[in-house]
């Protein structure tokens, strides 16, 4: 049984609880928040009644295998690395880190470690995505172009449940890490060409609120990404892979073809809740001794794209 400490009330907290009741080798001993109100209001629906407002006292605990943090992205990399410093397994939220010096420092540490470290691109679990790449690891498939689009209507400072936040959320860092990262994973190639432009900053949350994104691999496919945090409408990540026979387009957990014509994805794997598949693939990692799926390294490139992006929109702004 892998013990664990869930650190982080919000919405994704409460994903992973309902995730992690269905794993036979996980073991939720405590939640962890800023309040112990907050992890109570969360942990007992889920019948855990141990419930913490120190994550440094949790870190000390004899009883905790790994932790799971589902905290504001500010705190990733410095939560991340306080958990292996402490000997603990840790799976973190996407994004590892919002600066590429601290992703880089996360990955410093699990090397001196050796311990599980691995970041919530849950996109590489989801059946829907799963089933694309089969198709390319079976040579049925190759990717010549991806078309993503990200939109979400946040025009006030809230969370995927809609209640208040203490932080930001960031469409470069946090939203666009889980495109560039499966478009790497999924051609096999290495991002060698990246481009953005973005719209005006939002008057009080002080952060574009639209941007466009372009990229090239070292084998050629490319990478057309739109985000939003003002539209009104369908809200989601959709991504259309075009490839040599066939397009494909998933929208979480589902998919369809280019003629909107249904994939059936339900026995791709064990669950059809990708959250529940990203946190097995970290239990099962700790249990077997190795690196999972998703860990701090595989997903690390990703970061620094995203890093040589921020610096061009500073350089931007500058010549702005």
Request: glycine fraction near 8%.
């Amino acid at each position: 049984m892998i013990r664990i400490a869930l650190v982080g009330a919000g919405a994704f907290g409460e994903k992973h609880l309902v995730g992690l009741k269905n794993i036979p080798d996980a073991e939720v001993v405590t939640v962890v928040s800023a309040s112990e109100e907050e992890s109570r209001k969360l942990a007992e629906p889920h019948g855990i009644s141990d419930v913490s407002d120190s994550y440094e006292a949790t870190l000390r605990r004899d009883d905790i295998d790994a932790v799971i943090l589902t905290t504001p992205t500010p705190m990733h990399a410095r939560q991340a690395i306080q958990a292996m410093d402490a000997g603990k397994h840790v799976e973190v939220e996407i994004p590892v880190a919002d600066s590429w010096a601290d992703a880089q420092a996360v990955m410093a540490k699990q090397r001196e470690t050796g311990l599980v470290c691995m970041v919530g691109h849950t996109r590489r679990f989801n059946p829907s995505h799963q089933y694309v790449k089969q198709r390319i690891d079976a040579g049925e498939f190759a990717i010549q172009s991806m078309d993503v689009q990200t939109f979400f209507f946040r025009r006030t400072n809230t969370n995927a449940k809609g209640e208040p936040r203490s932080w930001t959320d960031h469409l470069l860092w946090h939203h666009s890490a889980h495109t560039i990262d499966i478009f790497q994973y999924m051609t096999g190639a290495k991002v060698v060409q990246a481009n953005i432009l973005q719209g005006p900053k939002h008057p009080e949350l002080g952060i574009a609120m639209d941007q466009s994104i372009q990229m090239k691999t070292d084998q050629g496919q490319i990478l057309t990404l739109a985000l939003s945090f003002n539209n009104d409408g369908p809200l989601g990540t959709f991504f259309r892979y075009i490839g040599d026979t066939g397009t494909y387009i998933a929208r979480y957990d589902d998919l369809v073809n280019g003629r909107e014509e249904p994939i059936d994805v339900s026995q791709v794997d064990v669950s059809m809740n990708g959250i529940e598949l990203q946190d097995r693939e970290f239990i099962a990692a700790i249990k077997e001794g190795r690196e999972p799926n998703g860990s701090v390294a595989q997903v690390l490139d990703c970061y620094r794209v995203i890093g040589e992006l921020a610096d061009s929109l500073e350089a931007q702004d500058g010549w702005s």
